[in-house]
T-cell receptor, first 113, second 115 residues
Framework: AQSVAQPEDQVNVAEGNPLTVKCTYS??????LFWYVQYPNRGLQFLLK????DNLVKGSYGFEAEFNKSQTSFHLKKPSALVSDSALYFC???????????WGAGTKLIIKP | GAVVSQHPSWVICKSGTSVKIECRSL??????MFWYRQFPKQSLMLMAT?????????EQGVEKDKFLINHASLTLSTLTVTSAHPEDSSFYIC???????????FGSGTQLSVL
């Protein structure tokens, strides 16, 4: 069965420190992987995606994610966290010809000053 | 955990017909639901924000008369694509906010193909 796991409900990071939000997936075929962010009282915003090519993908707001096929992971990272990065982050995957997106449960990221 | 049911998962229709997509929160009350559209190999685009009991708020460039949204109850929002045309063919996905859990849950999406 296709699935996406975000193992942490919440991640706490001090401002200026690097952050990582984890995502692992299980899908048949080559995955299309996405990260989205939801700021308070707003809809989803696209951060970045991996379709093919370089395993390290750079996205909006200084975020990046690394596709690791052997570990079936697509962790979201940022070298230096900002308080304004505090939000809900969602990982999603679409496998092969399946049009349906499979979503992770979300990870709440809290950046403390 | 909380589940959002979106139906149908795929639909094929003739040009000029209307298609209704339902989004239900199964075990929580969703005062706010979001409707998104995704073109192939592109990211989700927010179409509108639906608040229970009030008119939906549409994003710039989204025709409210074309994409009718109804959120008449705390567990159901519907998106009706009126007089569908081939350019409306896309993947539509809804999400529902569970205020109690401060979480956003997503439907599995609807692939619409207009012939």
């Amino acid at each position: 069965a296709q699935s996406v796991a975000q193992p942490e409900d919440q991640v706490n990071v001090a401002e200026g420190n690097p952050l990582t939000v984890k995502c692992t997936y299980s899908v048949s075929g080559n995955p299309y992987l996405f990260w989205y962010v939801q700021y308070p009282n707003r809809g989803l915003q696209f951060l970045l995606k991996y379709i093919t090519g370089d395993n390290l993908v750079k996205g909006s707001y200084g975020f990046e994610a690394e596709f690791n096929k052997s570990q079936t992971s697509f962790h979201l990272k940022k070298p230096s966290a900002l308080v304004s990065d505090s939000a809900l982050y969602f990982c999603a995957v679409r496998g092969g010809s399946n049009y349906q997106l499979i979503w992770g449960a979300g990870t709440k990221l809290i950046i403390k000053p | 955990g909380a589940v959002v049911s979106q139906h149908p998962s795929w639909v094929i229709c003739k040009s000029g017909t209307s298609v209704k997509i339902e989004c239900r929160s199964l075990d929580f009350q969703a005062t706010t639901m979001f409707w998104y559209r995704q073109f192939p190999k592109q990211s989700l685009m927010l179409m509108a924000t639906s608040n229970e009991g009030s008119k939906a708020t549409y994003e710039q460039g989204v025709e409210k008369d074309k994409f009718l949204i109804n959120h008449a109850s705390l567990t159901l929002s519907t998106l009706t694509v009126t007089s569908a045309h081939p350019e409306d063919s896309s993947f539509y996905i809804c999400s529902a906010r569970d205020l109690g859990a401060e979480k956003l849950f997503f439907g599995s999406g609807t692939q619409l193909s207009v012939l």
